[in-house]
């Protein structure tokens, strides 16, 4: 039997992950709840439309056509899709949760899909997707991963199995997270500050010698466009990272405060400050300086407006 598959939600990752699966001949098929509402729409659409990919209005006509379902949302959307797939997801079918959210959230996905009749596998994608696409690196969980494994990696998947218990690939994922999304904040902030003050060259000189091993011009350019771009989506993850240390029994300050300074910039590119979306040169800047500089432009236009 030729192995259909569905994903829902069709963003940077769906769609990247349609392109490798339509390269080997799959039927894929998907679903995303912007298709009918968003300015995205036409762009999935067409993007869609050469890859021959059958996109439908709603979950249930992707459940009801699909042995895996693939679920990408965003983080905040992980529940509200395992319940709206949980409805009409076939028996036995495959429901594999890329989702960036806490262990808990795992879990409470898990139970609306196994008492489906269906069989839920946890993943946690361990770093960003788009420059290794289909063989970025997972880790599997839950009682149905070591069954879905072989079949992933198969397909082109770099999937490795974490644990037969649910929570375990993302516990890893989030306690990552923390570290990465926090770094990303923490680079945009100090550099930012630096810039203002004139002393980036020394900050910069500084970290080379205290980390000697990071090109830090090349990483934080990279840190400033992958914030830019999808910062709002970043923001989500780290409100999961937040829960997911609340669930440790401990006070999530460094996640709150990362999840909070990725949600400005995710503001502030979609104002405009930073170019316009979806056009060349977004987010694309190969200085850092560039998009620093328009952040602090901004910052004092703001304060003469409100003076």
């Known amino acids: 039997m030729t192995l259909r598959i569905g994903l829902i939600g069709y963003g940077e990752v769906g769609r990247l992950l349609a392109e490798d699966l339509r390269a080997q001949g799959?039927?894929?098929?998907?679903?995303?709840?912007?298709?009918?509402?968003?300015?995205?729409?036409?762009?999935?659409?067409?993007?869609?439309?050469?890859?021959?990919?059958?996109?439908?209005?709603?979950?249930?006509?992707?459940?009801?056509?699909?042995?895996?379902?693939?679920?990408?949302?965003?983080?905040?959307?992980?529940l509200a899709a395992a319940q709206a797939c949980a409805q009409h997801i076939l028996q036995r079918a495959f429901f594999l949760d890329v989702n960036s959210a806490s262990p808990g959230s795992k879990l409470a996905a898990a139970a609306l899909i196994d008492n489906a009749g269906a069989r839920y596998v946890e993943a946690a994608v361990m770093t960003s997707v788009p420059p290794h696409r289909i063989k970025v690196p997972i880790l599997l969980g839950g009682a149905h991963a070591a069954a879905l494994l072989p079949v992933l990696?198969?397909?082109?998947?770099?999937?490795?199995?974490?644990?037969?218990?649910?929570?375990?690939?993302?516990?890893?994922?989030?306690?990552?997270?923390?570290?990465?999304?926090?770094?990303?904040?923490?680079?945009?902030?100090?550099?930012?500050?630096?810039?203002?003050?004139?002393?980036?060259?020394?900050?910069i000189a500084s970290l080379y010698e205290t980390f000697p091993g990071i090109d830090w011009e090349k990483q934080a350019a990279y840190f400033f466009q992958r914030v830019i771009e999808h910062g709002r989506r970043r923001s989500e993850e780290m409100r999961e990272v937040a829960v997911t240390?609340?669930?440790?029994?401990?006070?999530?300050?460094?996640?709150?405060?990362?999840?909070?300074?990725?949600?400005?910039?995710?503001?502030?590119?979609?104002?405009?400050?930073?170019?316009?979306?979806?056009?060349?040169?977004?987010?694309?800047?190969?200085d850092w300086r560039i998009e620093a500089d328009r952040l602090l432009h901004m910052n004092i236009s703001t304060k003469k407006q409100t003076q």
């Open 245 to 286: 240390v609340q669930e440790a029994g401990l006070t999530p300050w460094l996640a709150q405060a990362s999840a909070d300074r990725q949600a400005h910039m995710a503001d502030v590119a979609d104002a405009g400050v930073f170019g316009t979306r979806g056009e060349a040169g977004f987010a694309r800047s190969a």
């Open 153 to 203: 990696n198969s397909l082109g998947f770099n999937a490795k199995l974490s644990s037969d218990k649910l929570g375990f690939a993302s516990a890893t994922k989030m306690s990552r997270s923390i570290m990465v999304k926090g770094m990303e904040a923490m680079v945009i902030e100090s550099l930012t500050t630096a810039r203002h003050y004139g002393v980036e060259d020394a900050v």
């Open 26 to 78: 799959l039927h894929v098929c998907a679903y995303d709840s912007k298709l009918g509402t968003t300015a995205d729409a036409q762009t999935m659409r067409e993007h869609a439309h050469g890859l021959s990919v059958v996109l439908f209005d709603t979950h249930a006509q992707v459940c009801k056509r699909s042995d895996l379902l693939i679920c990408a949302v965003t983080a905040s959307q992980t």
